[in-house]
Every structure is written in structure tokens, then in C-alpha cells.
């Protein structure tokens, strides 16, 4: 459960206690130890720019891997911008809530009584699992003043969704090439519906954390849109920077041919900025935009192709789901099949809207076998687990991780012929990081043998 602080550090916008700061400014803490025996950590960031002995907005950052100090580092940009404190906790990452509910709460009390936070100004983001457990936090807590999410929207359990009524700003930052793509998009919609106040960052990528650009103008527009309608504090030389950003991406969306990008960019400027600029061309170059041939050609094509991407992705988890009950040779012929058709109908086109849509099916297949194959492992069920190991080799022959996974089931089940047989694999592809594999638990009993020895000795590393 979560529990929001009362009092403590949590100061409301007219205090302003001394900063007595452990942080120094412009530093990145990596490792800061709290709790009652220390056991925990979180990463830290104070802007130098942080106003002095006032109270600060701070943002809390939620890696899936708890990489509390790479996320920070990847937000270190947007603090000196906004002036903020940056927290990145090195214990939460995916998982069961309840255990991150508990660590949230423990940072959350260690955070707000230990630093000046302006209570009204508390955000929140992560990436991927680290993005739903954000917005599930200021879903349950009703008291964070925006959310962004990177590379994942909402969890779909009870309770975790948004509301109507829900008072958060949020923001949605996504690669058109991430798997969760759609996703984003329809969170979009349904906040839209909810009048919740969102905004959504495209960018050209996968599924990672995105880069400082996209993430800046993201916390430009959160911070306009709070000043707006919840008075947060905002220098005009801030508003004068964010708006340059925003225009500028709206014409490198335009310019690259992602021309609905281009043109939620411009609503999005319009809405926020007209009451403080003169901006009488925006109106003109969306109409441009939307009244042209390719602009119309685009949203069909791109509507098109929304349906075939959640139909192959349907199919896929569908037969995976399939071999999980039944395991028969026919149910592999029907994935290897199937994966044969779609590889053969994308594969020779070009055209970016195809490729993207291909790679977010890929990446769909890719994350599904392995978070169903890691909760199976959770409960000891490595036969099951296997299954969709030998999916992974069949859809991505050429990926040394795959034949790892595959090597890692086969270990649990003491199949030591296939052990070795999968991991000379992954070494024929390029794999040769003998110290990452002797770290897996699963490799124990194998290592020292002949066998092992003459596998290994490289660089490349092995996946999370």
C-alpha cells in the first residue's frame, strides 16, 4: 500500500525552510544510503541552477533495472533547465508492486523529510516498467503533479488506471519503433476522453530510455501547462526557451515526414502559448499540413497498419499461448510458419512506416517470450520456460541473447549436452563474455568443466 507523507518535508509553497542540502550541486551522488538499518539506496542530482534557500521541484526516476544513477544521469539536462532535484532509486525495478510500494514509501519518507520539496511540484517518470509504476504511484497517491512516462503507459490492473477526474499532468515519450507504440496512443485517447492534460513526445527509436531532447521538452511543456493551471513559478526566459524547442521539433517532424506528429506539436503549442505570444502562423501551418495529399495518404496508411500490427501481435501470443498448453511439434511448425510469413511480407520493404511497424512486432515477440518465461522461472517451471526460449531461437536465430536463454533453461533442467550446444551458439554469433555468463546462477555446475573453458574470453555483454 502507499502512503503519502504527512507533513515532514513536504512543504507547502509558502515555506521555505534552509537548505541544509546533502547533495552538492552539479554532482551526481550515485549511491546515497537510507532506511532504518541503510540497506537501501537512491541516486541524486542537484541542478546548479536550483534556486537557493527555496523550495525545490524534484523528479523521481524509476528504472526497470533500478539503475538509479543512469536514469538520473539521463534527466541531468532537464534539472539544470528547471532548476529541480533529481531522485533515482536503486532498489525499485520490475516486479511484484506490493515490494515496490514499500520501497517508494520508504524513499518517499526519506526524501521529503530530508530536503526542502516544494509539495506542490513533486513528479515522477520511468521507463518501460519503471513508467507504469510512475503512474501507478500518482494514480493510488492523488498527490504528484505530473507523470512522464517513457516506453510504457499504464498497468492495465483495477485501480491502476486513470480515473475520471484524475489531477496529474502526464506525458507520454515513445520511440516509433517501440513495441509499445500503439499502446502510448491509445493512452492518449483515453486521457483525452478523461480530460486529463497530456501531451505525447515521438522520437526515432526503439524501446529505451529516450534521449535529453525528448525528455526536455516533455518537462518544458509539464512546467508551462502547471504554471497555467496550477500557478507553479516560471520565468519567462524558461517559457521563451521551451516554446523555441517546441517549434523547432514541430519543423523536424514536418521536415522528416511525420507530418500527425507535426501537427500535434503545433495544437499542442497553440493551446499552451497563444496567451503569451503572438503565434498567428501556427493556425496556417497546420492547415497546410492537414489539407495536404500525402497528410490524408499518411493517416490511412498509418491506420492500416495499426490493424495488421495488432493482429500479428495477436497471433503470435495467441500461438506462443498454444505451445505453453500443448508443446507438440505441430504448434512449433504453426510459430515457424507464421514467423516465415510475416518476415517475408515486411522484409524487402523500405517504406520507415513498415519498418517501424515490423520492428515494434519484433519487439513485441521479443519482450513477450521473455516476461512470460521469467515468471515461469519465478515459480520453477524451467520446462515451460524452455518453450519459449526455443520460440526466441526460431524468431531470432542470429541474437546470441536467444541461445543464452535457451542455455539457462537447459542448465535448470540439467540437459547439460544442450546446455553447451546452445551456448556454442551464441559464441559462433559473436557472444564471448565468459565473466557474465559465470555470474549467472544457473551456469554454476557447469563452470570448470572442459567444455567451458574452451567457449570463452571477450567483451560482449549479456542482456538483463
Known sequence: MLIWPSG?????????????LSVPPGQLAEKIPYGPDQSESYAAYLA?????????????VFDPAARGA?????????????????????????????????????????????????????????????????ASVAILTGQIAGVIGCGAAFDSTAGYIPPPGADFLYAGVVGYQDMNFLEMGYAEEWLDRLAIT????????????????ELLRAMD???LAGHTQKGFPLEKPRIDAGLKRALEAAQAYKRAGRLVDAIREYRDIQELYANLYA?????????????????????NRMEGLAGEEEAWTTRFRGLAEAILQRGSDREYGKWEAAWGRFRKKYDADTAPLIADMQKRVEGFVFAFCIERANALRT??????SLKLSRLLTIAFPDRPYAWIRAAEDHARLENEQEVFHALGKAVSLGFSDRAALEARAAFAPYIGRDAWHSLFGGVADVPD
Request: no cysteine; net charge negative; glycine share 12%.
Open 279 to 299: 503565434l498567428d502562423s501556427i493556425p496556417g501551418a497546420i492547415d497546410e499540413i492537414r489539407d495536404s495529399d500525402t497528410y490524408r495518404e499518411l493517416v
Open 48 to 60: 546548479e541552477s536550483a534556486a537557493p534557500n527555496q523550495l525545490l521541484p524534484v523528479l523521481f
Open 221 to 223: 511543456w509539464m512546467m
Open 8 to 20: 515532514g518535508g513536504v512543504a507547502n509553497a509558502q515555506e521555505t525552510p534552509d537548505t541544509g
Open 379 to 384: 515459480d520453477g517451471n524451467y520446462d515451460e
Open 70 to 134: 543512469l536514469a538520473v544521469e539521463t534527466f541531468g539536462e532537464i534539472a539544470e533547465v528547471h532548476g529541480m532535484l533529481l531522485v533515482g532509486s536503486n532498489e525499485a525495478r520490475n516486479g511484484p508492486y506490493e515490494r515496490n510500494f514499500d520501497i517508494v514509501n520508504r524513499l518517499f519518507s526519506e526524501i521529503f523529510n530530508k530536503y526542502p520539496i516544494d509539495g506542490e511540484r513533486v513528479f515522477l517518470t520511468g521507463f518501460s516498467g519503471g513508467s507504469r509504476l510512475a
Open 198 to 213: 497530456n501531451k505525447r513526445v515521438t522520437f526515432e527509436g526503439g524501446h529505451r530510455w529516450p534521449d535529453p531532447g
